[in-house]
């Protein structure tokens, strides 16, 4: 049996709630989605396309939450962020809106388009507003649960979608750990591994590669980013003597960011390894694999980093804060290509 596409899980979960529950309203920008089709013919008056408009079905959304509604909203990463995030901020953040929104292909998702499709920044602008949720689920069960919750308990929450489908992680026990917002995948010994969503995946191959080596590296489902349990992320790091986060972002205001600040306000100083993107546009063909691998970001050269900073190497241009330690190889091994 095929492993479920996110975003497939997530409509399919929101239509089966909608047809017993009339207030469920879900809007796209976007109809390249199959499980979209059984939406607009079975619940034709739940379902609302606005056309090719993402800041018009913000607005639309916030009308419609205000009136009492449980508001959806789904179209790919990059414009239903950027493009909207005016839109996010005055009409549902300002005004507190309980409106999920719901977008597909972030990171290098979008890895057959280009730089105009890429959604390298959408946490550092997404956690800097105030009242918004951030999620990245990492499989199809956690994606599942995840649109339970934006029914059971609606809130303003940014959801974010791979475009490919995930291979299961959880297998029945994510919604113990849910409300959470992380969970300690693979426990490990000294040295841990924090991600989400696509990279995780390619965290766990990681420790695949290093455990050989007698290397036995932590892996951490960081799935919650915004409002981060500062506490809980503190007692699972607390045995780890080494800390690596790894994102598809670039690295300012970035997931690894996010790490450091609640490690900072949780007085857990740990010697911490961000691998991300270079902060540029990236303009390179040949696939999600490809871009990643120039910026430093496949398995083997991931490891490779890992090895040095266990050693306790000086890698490319670290910078001193406090006690903690923050590198960026990726950063050095990457260079900007022609436009």
Not at 34 to 56: S, T
Not at 131 to 145: H, M, R
Not at 152 to 160: H, K, S
Request: with cysteine.
């Amino acid at each position: 049996m095929a492993t479920p596409l996110q975003r497939d899980v997530f409509i399919d979960t929101i239509f089966e709630a909608a047809q017993s529950d009339r207030d469920v309203l879900f809007l796209s920008a976007d109809l390249g989605a199959k499980a979209l089709d059984r939406f607009r013919a079975e619940l034709p008056d739940q379902f609302i396309h606005p056309g090719i408009c993402e800041q018009n079905m913000i607005d639309v959304a916030a009308g419609l939450a205000r009136s009492g509604k449980k508001v959806i909203t789904y179209a790919m990463a990059s414009f239903i962020t950027a493009r909207c995030y005016e839109q996010i901020k005055c009409a549902l953040a300002a005004m507190n809106q309980p409106v999920t929104v719901v977008s597909v292909g972030v990171g290098l998702g979008y890895d057959n388009a280009g730089p105009t499709h890429y959604t390298t920044e959408d946490l550092a602008c997404l956690r800097a507003l105030p009242g918004v949720e951030v999620w990245s689920p990492g499989d199809a069960e956690a994606t599942q649960e995840l649109a339970r919750l934006c029914l059971d308990r609606p809130a303003l929450r940014y959801v974010r979608l791979e475009r490919p489908a995930l291979e299961p992680l959880y297998h029945g026990t994510f919604s113990t750990v849910r409300d959470t917002g992380l969970a300690e995948i693979a426990h490990g010994d000294r040295v841990c591994i924090l991600s989400s969503g696509y990279l995780l995946h390619r965290a766990l191959d990681v420790r695949d590669l290093l455990r050989p080596e007698g290397i036995d590296l932590g892996v951490i489902d960081l799935f919650r980013l915004k409002p981060l349990d500062t506490k809980q992320l503190a007692n699972t790091l607390r045995h780890y003597k080494k800390i690596i986060t790894l994102e598809e972002q670039c690295l300012d205001g970035g997931f690894g960011s996010a790490v450091l600040e609640a490690l900072n306000d949780s007085q857990l100083h740990r010697p911490l390894l961000r691998l991300g993107l270079p902060n540029r546009f990236f303009f390179e063909n040949g696939g999600r694999s490809h871009v990643l691998e120039k910026c430093g970001l496949n398995p083997a050269t991931i490891a490779l980093s890992i090895r040095e900073f266990i050693a306790g190497q000086q890698l490319a241009q670290p910078t001193q804060t406090g006690n903690t330690l923050i590198t960026n190889p990726a950063r050095a091994a990457a260079t900007p290509d022609a436009h």
